[in-house]
């Protein structure tokens, strides 16, 4: 819904609808730091994210789930940095995987690995291994194949591998199509009809542990209905399953709780706790919820630099220094983040700019802003709620370096990550030089594989 590509948006050029990043003397602020002043130490384009809001959202929807038990893994996919990790790991969160990186990084920021949840529809043996390995809470399967392929890998390194069923409820989350998961025809989840089977089936396998069951039914969802209808089939489910005899202990209920972009409201937690607790809460499982976006998206802003002014018959564009390898989301989703100038002009009039990015693709524009003051070559803006899936989406199309990532505390900031060097791109590149090969025997093809 927030996601639809609008043709305009108001620049919000007093209230950024943040308490942590304001307007301080025209100036833009996150938290104490003037972000002017973090341009002159990183060059732009950067990410820049807010300790504070992480801390208060992670305080919020922790606090507003204790009542009814469920306990916070973050997805790492949102926003992945070491030290955002290890911010949220220190005020108590685990973590939600998809990937063996993903894996490495949550370990990299001393996440213990009876937090960490490794989710995912491709998983190879190697991340399986690895996983099992250092003692991972639990694996979310989602096919037979899958929970075949768990179970071979534990039987080799003599463990029990502690799985959970990703169930595909079949609702629909109401959130654009690319993040919609929940629905039959998305690859995601194994049918719900399919599920006591393959319950069943891990019970009996003495290298499985049947743990529960898990299901998300996508990002960005503003309206809370769908999570109602997930969470009934879950329920109803955990009854079937438990009337034939079989142990459930876990449900893993997913993430997705969206933000609101264009500044409209953010759904209610307490909502969407009680929402829980009338569904899944009477059940006697552990509870988990793997929150993303909600958690780091309003904490991080990209700060970009105008380079020109392109005025043509129809409009002005503003063509500014970050594109859409370094924030994605537009030209994927069609999103709408919103801009704020870092010096608020009181006297400037009310323009309306395309900003565009240098990329060579024409879906490389972040869209058309009305109630800008006028802009500049120079001049620096901010792209708001951009901490998640911001810079962790972010690639090197056109040879572009990936942007450096800053965290503030207080009246402090650091950079987190390095921007990263055009030498450190080219060095994984090797000019061709063709090695001699042997021609294969029909023996040495027959192993290839
Ligand atoms: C992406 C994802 C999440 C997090 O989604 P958000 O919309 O960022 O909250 C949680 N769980 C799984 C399995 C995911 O794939």
Excluded at 116 to 138: D, N, P, T, Y
Excluded at 141 to 158: K, P, Q, T, W
């Amino acid at each position: 819904m927030a996601e639809h590509a609008m043709a305009m948006v108001d620049a919000l050029r007093g209230d950024t609808g943040s308490q942590q990043l304001v307007y301080r003397d025209q100036a833009l602020h996150i938290e104490s730091v003037c972000v002017d002043r973090i341009v002159t130490a990183v060059p732009t384009p950067f990410y820049c994210y807010s300790s504070d809001a992480i801390r208060t959202a992670y305080r919020t929807l922790s606090g507003a789930l204790k009542p009814v038990g469920a306990s916070v893994c973050f997805a790492v996919k949102a926003n992945g940095n070491l030290s955002v990790l290890g911010l949220l790991a220190g005020l108590g969160s685990g973590m939600d995987i998809v990937s063996g990186g993903e894996l490495e990084r949550a370990l990299a920021a001393r996440v213990p690995a009876s937090k960490i949840i490794f989710s995912g529809v491709g998983k190879k043996r190697s991340e399986i291994a690895r996983a099992l390995e250092v003692g991972i809470h639990q694996i979310n399967v989602e096919s037979e194949a899958e929970l075949d392929a768990v179970g071979d890998v534990a039987g080799a390194l003599g463990v029990r591998a502690p799985v959970a069923l990703r169930v595909n409820p079949d609702v629909d989350a109401r959130t654009h199509a690319k993040i919609s998961t929940g629905k039959k025809e998305d690859k995601f989840g194994i049918p719900f009809e399919d599920i006591p089977a393959l319950y069943t089936k891990a019970f009996a396998a003495p290298e499985l542990d049947p743990v529960g069951l898990a299901v998300h039914i996508g990002s960005q969802i503003l309206d809370l209905s769908p999570y109602r209808a997930a969470y009934s089939r879950i329920a109803d489910l955990v009854s079937l399953l438990r009337s034939q005899g079989l142990r459930i202990s876990r449900l893993d209920l997913g993430g997705g709780i969206g933000i609101p972009y264009d500044h409209g409201a953010s759904p209610d937690v307490g909502e969407y706790a009680t929402i829980i607790r009338e569904t899944v809460g009477g059940l006697d499982c552990e509870l988990t919820v793997e929150p993303g976006r909600w958690l780091v998206g309003p904490a991080g802003i990209l700060v970009t630099e105008v380079l020109f002014i392109k005025e043509t018959a129809d409009r002005l564009t503003a063509i500014v220094d970050a594109g859409m390898n370094d924030l994605m989301r537009p030209a994927m989703y069609g999103a709408v983040h919103p801009v704020f100038p870092l010096m608020q002009d009181c006297q400037g009039k009310s323009h309306i700019y395309q900003i565009a990015g240098p990329v060579c693709e024409s879906s490389d524009v972040f869209g058309t802003y009305r109630d800008l003051p006028a802009l500049r070559s120079g001049d620096r803006l901010a792209f708001g709620c951009a901490g998640a899936y911001g810079a962790s989406m972010a690639s090197t199309y056109n040879a572009r370096d990936l942007a450096a990532e800053v965290l503030v505390d207080r009246d402090r900031f650091r950079v987190i990550r390095r921007r990263q060097t055009i030498e450190a791109l080219l060095a994984l590149e090797d000019e061709t030089e063709w090695q001699v090969s042997p021609i294969p025997s029909a023996g040495d093809l027959a192993h290839a594989f």
